[in-house]
Structure formats: structure tokens, C-alpha cells
């Protein structure tokens, strides 16, 4: 596989001269493979400098807290690979989480109720991000800060400002149940994953959200309705945003109108970490579920090791911008 | 030493990555005089005096004013006195008229930086009243027509007090009567002493308002005459005097059934009263400068930018084309002008990029069937001679002849009956230029209708069966393989 790689890559170099060099394409298979061996790096590295780390116990405490935000940096995955932006996400948890949870007292509604309701919440939501900057040509920056900011307000509105508590113990399941041993959290973040991964990489749904981003001129040349997907792009970061609000609000037992604070910019640094490109046309799902890994393994060992949240920052944002720069080297050539 | 001319460029020399744009051109210019540089597209006009102006290095010698220029930039150009009306309008548009003229020498109180808006605005207006324009220094450069701009743009140059305007194409988008008043402004220029280089399509135009005639041909200098001793004739004689020396791969194919008819065709400000049929097996090439409305025509035609009237008939049946979509779906493909705005996906593979128009065919239960994709496009790899690594390559690491082979590809995949293409060859080498001919050739030899437009005239007069001629938006007429020259073309255009 390597020998075949560096053949094909001397082949193209001979083709054409103005090409960039062999040098140069380090950054690129760096950001197309080297994240998983980042990662790698990083467990390692964290298993070194503290005992507590290295554990199934621990590890998975890990990827359990990274499942919410991994499940919400996926649906920034599609949006970011269209050149667009989600700002909203975080506001939108904490909307869908005091509406759930005002149905899911016990003996009120059955279970299915405060579901459809979340994700459905969601999803609208992300419906108007993108019909208001597909069809109304406001960029999505804005017109998903207004939402943040709206939703924000809403579920301010809608709990009074309070905590919305006594909730079922099926709907409790979502945040802390286990099947086989392994939280509920995980499995769906994994399903979903996995159905996403397929979702983007081989149906036509897919290759069109990466050919928008690649060059929205050339999408529309080639038979694309760019308006409409944008909007089911949205849409589906929405409904994706409902179910990671479900498991949070389960997790911490009430709906909360504060909850999600900052996690519209957790996903997209998820994103951006694990390869998406905001110039457009760039991004996968493994590599954003590696990307919120990566933040998730950062937080935990960090925390064991008794690193005071200031430094976690610190490091976190020169983690985010090492990952842009490696990304906007790589299309400098474009 | 002292000399008669203003400005003399020699020897002027510039290669883009290979390829000679300028080869050892000269251009003199006499003081108070309106030279004419002339040429086709690509004839090195525009470069030339992008070097002058500093925007571009090149080799060779330019002596200004009896003295060497040194080619630091546009603002050294600017300081000696050349200034330059560009072919593109370059508008700040939320700022004031008076702003956009003096922008980056704003009056000020002293040398505090504040800008003094009262004298801005009165030397706007003294500017205005020499040339006797009237807008309002006030105005938003976006609230302006688009006639208007260019008068500003005029003034703006102008109020540098050179003494060399160029002119790249002044009156591109101006009316008869602003044209009329632009030549008041030149003439008062000239006898200021005002050297004017004016660059035009327009011929009626250059034998009205100048003294001399440049030509330039393919980068080459042609020559230089005073312009009452030519004529339409002979000017265009000089422009395209080569013999075609490319071989063109054009085999004779049978011609059938009309596949498109198209009649009246209209849309507002662009193109007005198209009426042509293209038939199974032809090339029909569509003849123009740029900025005639030849690329709004297809555009119109594959449903980007539906037409705001007249008639479509696809096999005799009536259609009407409201988006790519509805163009795919009557088997119809479009490789555009420009590859990299809106033809290739840059940051995709080379598989990706050619599927993308025809996804559905690869759809197995919704899920693009990988094998399929694999098959059909190494098909095409192999066809078209796509010199890749692998589908998995970037496209943006293939070489432009390469990359125009992808796009042709993409089309290829959805068999369609009619093929438009524009600028087919457009930074594209040799070699693949050639193949990409050949391709066409055979495709026309399989039954499908080819629509071509080019800008180059040997590439319209190698590969058409018939020449459609637009000029400014209007139909000029058409001709035959057999009739077509170069000549006749420019003439047809002329008329």
C-alpha cells in the first residue's frame, strides 16, 4: 500500500511540473491518516504521565462524555463540508432539552413523546438555519447566531429560567443506562457514527454535500438543487443536535435552559481537529468522531493530572489552531 | 537624446509559465496622439500593458519621457504619469463617487490624516465640470448605472493629470451616446498634450478617435500605420493575416435529424433573437469575442439562467429549461468556460468529480454502488487517456489538458445527445488539445450534436460544420465549413 502510494505520487509529479512537491504533501496525508495516529500518540503519551488513565474504566468515563459531543460535531461535520457553519448547536441543546423534559415527567407522556418532540425540535430548528440562509442568501454565520441567540432566549422563556427535574426513569436510561455493560451514550454515539460515516461517504446525499462545498457553481452546473440540500444539510445537523440534547438532558436528570454553553464551538473544533476543512469540499465522519476523541482524551488526562482548567484552555485552543494551520497549508496549493 | 514618441516599449518579452504571451513587442507612442493597439483575444494586448502599468514583470525596455522606467508598480506608473482605465471596473461600491475617484490621495488638513471632505468634494467637481460629466460627488458608487461607473472610472484617470491614459476597452458598456461624449473628453485630452492608448473591438470607433494603429497578433508584433492609411479591410487583414497551422482532426460525420432548435431566443441585456438547429452528428461553433453573449446563450440554453423568451425544441418536441437538472435529464451536458469557477471540485478525487452529474446511475438502494463507479470510470480513464496515479487522486494535482479530459468525462457518463462545450480547449496543451479534437470528432461520428464555442478562431474554423457569428449580443449570421475563413468571420461580426 505505502510503495504503491509513493509510485503514484512520483508518477504525478513527473506529469506535471507546476505540481507541488513531495514535501508539501506531507501536511495532507498527515491530516488524512496521521489523526488516528495522533490519537494514538496522545493515549499513549497520557498513559505515560498518569496511572489513572489507562483503564476500561476510565476509558470508557471518556468516550461516554465525548458521545454528546461527538454526536453534534457529526451534523457540523456535513455543514462544515458545505462551506457553512453552525453556531447554534449549543443554544439548541438546552431548547430541546427543557421541551423534552417538560414531557417526560413521569406518568405524563409515554417515552416516545419527549423523544419526537426533542429531535423534532431539532430538526426545525435546524430547518430554519437553513432555509434562512439557503433561500434568504444570509450567510450561515449569521443566520445561526440568530438562532443561537433565539434559542437561547426560548428556552429561557419556556423553563422560566429554571430547571426542569423529575423526569422517568426510561427517559433516564438514555443519559445512564448500560446495554451489555456499555452506556447507552456510547452505543448510540457509534450507531450513529457508523450510520452517518455510510450516510456521507457513499450515497448521493453525501457526494453532493461534498461536492457544494467543493464548488457550489459547479454543483448547480451539475443537475444539484444546492438550495434544497443546503437546507436538509441544516436540518440534519438540527435533528443530530435534538438527540445529543435527549442523552444530556438523561444524563444530568432535568432539563436545563443553560446546558450546552460553548458546545456549538466544541463540535466544531471536533470537526476541524479531526480534518474538516472550512474552506469547503473537506471532512469525514471517523475523523470528527477521532477529532471530539482527541478533545475528550485531553480533558480527561489532563484533569487526572491535576492541570488546572486555565492551562486545559490554553492548551485546547493551540490544539485547534495547530489543526487549522496544517489545514490551510494543504489548500494553499488549491 | 531627445525623441519624438512619449513612451517606446522594446523588445517587450513575458512568458506565463512556458508559454510566450509577448515575443519581443515594440509599441511607440507620440505625444498628444490616440494609438490604437489592436488584436483577437489572447493577442497580448492586454498583457502589454499590464507591464506597462507595473502590474506585470517582462523583459525588454520602456523609456517614458525621454527617461527608463523602473517597473516597481502600479503606483511608481502612476507617480511618472501613465494611468489606466481598466477592462473591469474595479468600484469601492459603498463609497462616494468623490471617495472612489481620490481614493488613497484624499485630501487632508494638513498632515493629520483627516480627511478634508469639503475640498474632496470640490475637486470632484471641478474635475466633472472640465470633462462635463454630471453625477452628484455624493452619490453612492453603488447607486450609479453601470455607464455612468465607467465615466467616473474615466475621471478618475484623468484627475491624475497624466500624460498617458490607457484605455482597455472604454466603452465595453457604455451606450452610443456616453461613447460620443467620452471622444469630447479625449479630444479636449489631446490637445492638452494627452497621449492616448485606446484598446477596442469596436472599428468603427478606432478609425473615428485615432491617429495610429498597433497590431499584435499571437504575442508577435505586426506592425505599426497611421490610421487613415488603413481600412476595415486591411486592419483586419493585419489581425488575423496567419495561416492556420494546426491540424485539426475533423473527420466527416453523417448529419441527421436536428437534435436542439432554437428560436428567437432572448434575454434581457445579453443576447436577443437567437435562432440556429444543431443535428445529430454536427459541430456547430458558435463564433464571438468575449462579452458577446455567446456564453449567457448556453448558459441559457442548459437551463442556469432560463431565458426570458423564445422557444426551445428538443427532437421537435418543445421544452423549456428552468434548471441543470431538467438540461441533464433531456441528455444534455455542459463543460463550462471556466474549470476551476464552475467545472472541476477542487478539493475532490478524480472518480468523484466524474460521477457527480450522473450520480443515479451508480445508485444501488441509495448507496453509490463503488464497483460500478470504479468500472464506468476507468472506462472513461482509459477512453479519453486521463493520465492519473488513480481515480483516488485530486483532480487539482492533474495537469489542465487532464482535468478537461475529467470534465469531458463527467458528460461522457450520462451519454448525452448534445454536448455543449465552451472553450473546450482553454488552458489546455498540445497534446491534449489535439486528443480533446480527435474526441469530438469521433463523438459527432457516434450521432451526438456538439454546440462549441471558442474564442479561438482556428479551433471555430477546424472543428464546425457550420459557424454560428454573434456580435454584441445579436445573431450576425451563419456560415459553412466550406465558406469560412477567418476573415469572413470578423467580417460577418463587422457588418
Redesign the interface.
Known sequence: MKTEETIAKKQTISHDRDRTGWKEKIPELFSRYGIFLIFLALVALMSVLTPHFFNVYNLINVVKQVSFIGIVAMGVTFVIITKGIDLSSGSLIALVSVIAASFAHPGDYPLFVPLLLGVGVGAFAGLINGTVSAKGMIPPFIATLGMMTAARGLALLYSDGRPIGNLSDSFLFLGSGDLFGIPFPIIVFLFVGLLMHLLLSNTKFGKHTYAIGGNEQAARICGINVDRHLILVYTLAGFLTGISALMLTARISAGQPSMGVMYELDAIAAAVIGGTSLTGGIGTIPGTMIGALIIGVLNNGLDLMNVSSYWQQILKGAIIVTAVLIDSRKNKKA | MKTEYLLEMENITKEF?GVKALNNVQLKVKKGTVHALMGENGAGKSTLMKILFGMYRGGGTIRFNGEELKRTGPKDALKKGISMIHQELNPVPFMTVAENIFLGREPSYGKTGWVNKKKLIEDTQRLFEILNIRIDPTKKMKDLSIANMQLVEIATAVSHHADLIIMDEPTSAITEKEVDHLFEIIRSLKKKGVAIIYISHKMDEVFEICDEITVLRDGQYIGTKPARELNQDSLIQMMVGREIKQVFHKEKAEIKEVVLSVKNLSREGKFNNVSFEVRKGEILGIAGLMGSGRTELIESI?G?DPPTSGEMYLHGEKIRMK???D???NKIG?V?EDRK????????SVK?NM???G??QF?NF???N?KTVKRKCKEQVKKLNI????LN?LI????GG?QQKVLLA?WLLNDPDLLILDEPTRGVDVGAKAEIHKLMSELAQDGKAILMVSSEMPEILGMSDRILVIHEGSQKGELRREEADQKKILEVAYQ
Not at chain 2, 341 to 347: I, S, Y
Not at chain 2, 387 to 390: G, L, R
Open positions: 509559465s442548459f442556469i434548471s441543470p437538472s438540461a441533464i435529464r455542459l463550462t469557477l464552475t467545472g472541476a471540485f477542487l478539493p475532490l468523484e460521477i457527480m452529474s450520480l443515479d445508485l441509495g448507496y453509490v463503488g493520465k492519473t496515479p488513480n487522486q487539482m494535482n492533474l495537469s487532464n463527467r
